[in-house]
């Protein structure tokens, strides 16, 4: 079971870091090109694309967005770690572990809840047809991004979630996935 859960992880993390992380960044470049064109069109042309504004500002959110499930897969999100770092210089390890754990838990219903209850948003703005600001751009696939990318974090934590309930049984599973960011600033 174990080598069955490390191979899917592993190609889930492959996914989020190689696929996703890739286009998030493609539509990230996408967008600051275009901002690029429009600054040029704007105050050397004197022209500009009514949707150009609007594109830039969701292509940026959506690629934030798809980005998010990449984030927490690293378990490299905004951590205020003090008082846990407090907890494992005194020798709480076994505590730490368990904060962890109750975490990932309810980041789990946190992620699955928006996720699931955003599917019917979705549905409901492709319904209405909303678009953007400049009536030029469907609002849908931006709240799809951000749906997608619920999903992709609660994907990550359901993995981080067994990775931590083994840690607290004493096992040590994905070792090539360190159950905490190691970066510092």
């Known amino acids: 079971m174990d080598r069955f859960l490390d191979r899917t992880y592993r190609w889930v993390r492959f996914f989020l870091d190689s696929v996703i992380g890739n286009c998030a960044a493609?539509?990230?470049?996408?967008?600051?090109?275009?901002?690029?064109?429009?600054?040029v069109r704007r105050y050397m042309l004197g022209l500009?694309?009514?949707?150009?504004?609007?594109?830039?500002?969701?292509?940026?959110?959506?690629s934030v967005f798809l980005f998010f499930g990449v984030t927490q897969a690293r378990r490299a999100h905004l951590v205020m770690s003090a008082a846990i770092d407090a907890l494992r210089a005194k020798?709480?390890?076994?505590?730490?572990?368990?904060?962890?754990?109750?975490?990932?838990?309810?980041?789990?219903w946190i992620f699955a809840s928006f996720a699931w209850w955003g599917i019917p948003t979705v549905e409901r703005t492709i319904m209405m047809g909303r678009k953007t600001q400049s009536m030029v751009l469907f609002l849908w696939p931006f709240q799809a991004c951000l749906v997608a990318g619920f999903a992709l974090m609660a994907l990550?934590?359901?993995?981080?979630?067994?990775?931590?309930?083994?840690?607290?049984?004493?096992k040590t599973v994905f070792p090539w996935a360190p159950a905490e960011d190691t970066t510092n600033i």
């Open 156 to 170: 990550a934590t359901l993995f981080h979630l067994y990775q931590d309930v083994q840690a607290m049984r004493g």
């Open 91 to 108: 020798g709480f390890a076994r505590t730490v572990v368990a904060l962890r754990t109750a975490v990932s838990v309810i980041n789990l």
């Open 26 to 39: 493609l539509v990230l470049l996408a967008a600051t090109c275009l901002a690029l064109v429009e600054i």
């Open 48 to 62: 500009v694309y009514e949707w150009g504004q609007d594109a830039v500002t969701y292509m940026i959110v959506g």
